[in-house]
């Protein structure tokens, strides 16, 4: 019998669900692969959604002891076929999904790139709601991801005198 979870269940879910069974026990081969064939599935698929969520997952391989920097390496380059992916279907949510991911990553370039593609987006199509919800994540953001970590401009401490 097909239940409802069944019918609407990705088809990158299973792989991860290996994938985190994989991390449980520290098997990183096991892991790993789980999660290129949930990649693959999701690059499979049209759009960005999978990419994000297979992206993500990817970061949790980052628990295996020596695995950290490939975990990161991985989520971020499933991050950014994810943002051109979005970026080409003209989808805000896709954009403003990646700029969260990049700056959970600690990418700022990356956060300020996302931003300048969706206020293009929000400029093509004039949608004067979308552009208030953009001005508002980007200043969130901007806060977040940004402004917090930016050194001075100078490159140097301010002295107090």
Same mark, same amino acid.
């Given at each position: 019998m +097909?239940t409802?979870?069944t019918?609407?269940?990705?088809p990158?879910?299973? /792989?991860l669900? !290996?994938m985190?069974?994989?991390?449980?026990?520290?098997?990183?081969s096991?892991?790993?692969?789980a999660?290129r /064939?949930?990649y693959?599935?999701?690059l499979?698929q049209?759009?960005?959604?999978?990419?994000?969520?297979?992206?993500?997952?990817?970061? /949790? @391989?980052?628990? +295996?002891?020596g695995f950290?920097?490939a975990?990161e390496?991985?989520?971020?380059?499933?991050?950014?076929?994810?943002?051109?992916?979005?970026?080409?279907q003209?989808? &805000?949510?896709?954009?403003?999904?990646?700029a969260?991911?990049?700056?959970?990553l600690?990418?700022?370039?990356?956060?300020?790139?996302? +931003?300048r @593609?969706?206020?293009? &987006?929000v400029?093509l199509?004039?949608?004067?709601?979308? !552009?208030?919800?953009?001005?508002? &994540? !980007?200043?969130? &953001?901007?806060?977040?991801?940004?402004?917090?970590e930016?050194p001075?401009?100078?490159?140097?401490?301010?002295?107090r005198r």
């Amino acid at each position: 019998m +097909i239940t409802e979870s069944t019918l609407t269940q990705a088809p990158w879910s299973p /792989h991860l669900e !290996a994938m985190d069974a994989a991390v449980t026990t520290n098997n990183a081969s096991a892991a790993v692969l789980a999660w290129r /064939h949930a990649y693959s599935a999701a690059l499979d698929q049209p759009g960005w959604r999978g990419l994000v969520e297979v992206a993500g997952a990817a970061l /949790h @391989i980052g628990a +295996i002891p020596g695995f950290q920097k490939a975990a990161e390496s991985r989520a971020r380059e499933s991050y950014w076929t994810a943002l051109f992916r979005a970026r080409r279907q003209g989808s &805000l949510n896709g954009v403003l999904d990646a700029a969260e991911a990049f700056g959970t990553l600690g990418d700022r370039v990356m956060v300020e790139q996302c +931003i300048r @593609i969706a206020e293009r &987006l929000v400029t093509l199509t004039g949608d004067s709601d979308a !552009a208030d919800r953009v001005r508002a &994540l !980007a200043l969130d &953001l901007t806060q977040r991801y940004v402004a917090a970590e930016r050194p001075d401009v100078s490159g140097f401490a301010t002295l107090r005198r």
